[in-house]
């Protein structure tokens, strides 16, 4: 069985500050780890993924994320807030497609940046 | 062109009516699925079609039947609405083909109200 924990359901942090979202995975098999991003009345777009490979993986907009096995997570990270980044962050968890196809959803993290 | 396309992008309708939404994909992808986005933003997984062969059904009351008449179409009829169903429904595609998971691509979602 696969699931995500997301820590903090809204994280606020001011225009140029760290972003730091947090999300903790549970998977019997390797997981393969995303983040997305929902914009307002809008559906949720890819920030960034793992597979395999380089644990520190970068995607769009500044954001990186590092998978540490150890510590069973993933957190997604942003140097400098911008006003853009303001939205909803899911993270998400998937297995090999000889486990079932499943994506499973954290329950989001509501990201405001202050001007 | 639009990656996934569902429609209506709203409905507002009655208790007990019948009411389905579309989704079509032009990416290519084997497998579909719709989620439900409730009003705290939790997505649940509904269904899951690859090739359109129905692998993922959680627990759903069976007043929603998905279809998949081809690979490139995931249909969803509910049948007498509750207020409960209100929410955003979003269909996405992946192709889980290779066994490594690509990009989960969302449509922008059909918001259904029930009065």
């Known amino acids: 069985a696969q699931s995500v924990t997301q820590l903090g359901s809204h994280v606020s942090v001011s225009e140029g500050a760290l972003v730091l979202l947090r999300c903790n995975y549970s998977s019997s098999v390797p997981p393969y780890l995303f983040w997305y991003v929902q914009y307002p009345n809008q559906g949720l777009q890819l920030l960034l993924k793992?597979?395999?490979?380089?644990?520190l993986v970068k995607g769009i907009n500044g954001f990186e994320a590092e998978f540490k096995k150890s510590e069973t997570s993933f957190h997604l990270t942003k140097p400098s807030a911008h006003m853009s980044d303001a939205a909803e962050y899911f993270c998400?968890?998937?297995?090999?497609?000889?486990?079932?196809?499943?994506?499973?959803f954290g329950t989001g993290t509501s990201l405001t940046v202050i001007p | 062109d639009t990656a996934v396309s569902q429609t209506p992008k709203y409905l507002v309708t009655q208790m007990g009516n019948d009411k389905s939404i579309k989704c079509e994909q032009n990416?290519?992808?084997?497998?579909m699925y719709w989620y439900k986005q409730d009003s705290k933003k939790f997505l649940k997984i509904m269904f899951s079609?690859?090739?359109?062969?129905?692998?993922i059904n959680e627990t759903v009351p069976n007043r929603f039947s998905p279809k998949s008449p081809d690979k490139a179409h995931l249909n969803l009829h509910i049948n007498s609405l509750e207020l409960g169903d209100s929410a955003v429904y979003f269909c996405?595609?992946?192709?889980f083909g290779s066994g490594v998971p690509g990009e989960l691509f969302f449509g922008e979602g059909s918001r259904l109200t029930v009065l």
């Open positions: 996405a595609s992946i192709n």
């Open positions: 079609y690859n090739n359109k062969e129905l692998i």
């Open positions: 990416l290519g992808h084997d497998t």
């Open positions: 793992y597979t395999t490979g380089a644990t």
């Open positions: 998400a968890v998937s297995s090999p497609r000889n486990t079932g196809n499943q994506f499973y």
